[in-house]
């Protein structure tokens, strides 16, 4: 399967458990406050967050009322181009070189492994890359970088584990800067959103980047784990707090029955998403597309 058509194959599991709601939803209800208030909660089942669900719904209610349409297919494809529109309300940041992109996350997300994806892609893209393996207190977590470094042919900038995270960054970024790479891709350890000291050691290895590498375009994607539903909104209002986050890196979407929540994260928040994680292979990250999630969903 080509990098097309991914997105909308991980999201089997969300588009058979929305699609079944649905039918079931127009073969019980005729076009009125039931049909609406019972799609407003298929929206919330499946983890769109409450004011996203009634603000596309009521924007469905209006269209379909004002054109006096009672059409099945049309009301859905009118959903479909609803949803969209609020996906694309955050636009994804263009990524232009040389650059620096810092994965910031709780424990678990995928980080690591989502490095290694990300070097693999700007590696099939033509483009240079080092990675620098700022986690320094996971245990095995540069042992693990190395591996995915070495899969995706890319350099590697590393300390001793419980060193100095920022050392880490200065030293990649001098790295960097000397041999003119176009991509300097910065792990970090995951950290629960609620330690405050923790976040602060990230707004420290922000400051890093910004004083030692102004010619670059700094960029802060958040990794998130599709599986955590709910949840992810919180973690991105507090990580966004910490770094001012320029996107969202979802991983596990194929593991995931409950995709909802991304519409939130860009209607909401108007963070966008910026790749997608779709299996376990080092191709398995494709940029993300919201005709194609949205297409999946339903």
Known sequence: MGIFGKIKN?????????????????????????????LEEILISSDVGVATAEDVVEQVKEEAIGNKVKDEQYVTDLLKDILEDTLNEAPVPEISYPCVIM??????????????????????????VTVAAADTFRAAAID?????????????????????????????????????TDVL??????????????????????????????????YK?????????????????????AVSLDGIVLTKLDGTAKGGFVFSLCGELKIPVVFAGVGEKIDDLVPFDAEEFVEGFF
């Open 144 to 180: 693990q970088l190395n591996v995915w470094a070495d899969r995706a042919k890319v350099r590697i900038v590393k300390h001793e584990e419980g060193s100095d995270p920022s050392a880490v960054v200065f030293d990649a970024v001098s790295s960097a800067k000397a041999r003119n």
């Open 221 to 241: 994607f958040l990794v998130l784990d599709a599986t955590t539903g709910q949840n992810a909104a919180s973690q991105a209002r507090l990580f966004n707090e």
């Open 10 to 38: 991980a999201l089997k599991k969300t588009k058979d458990g929305v699609a079944l709601k649905m039918r079931q939803l127009f073969l019980k209800n005729k076009l009125g406050d039931a049909f609406y208030d019972e």
């Open 103 to 128: 994965l910031v996350g709780v424990n678990g997300a995928g980080k690591t492994t989502t490095i290694g994806k990300i070097a693999n892609y700007f590696v099939s893209q033509k483009k240079s």
């Open 185 to 218: 891709l910065i792990d970090t350890a995951g950290r629960l959103h609620v330690k405050e000291n923790l976040m602060k050691e990230l707004s420290k290895m922000d400051r890093v980047v910004l004083r030692e590498y102004p010619e670059a375009k700094f």
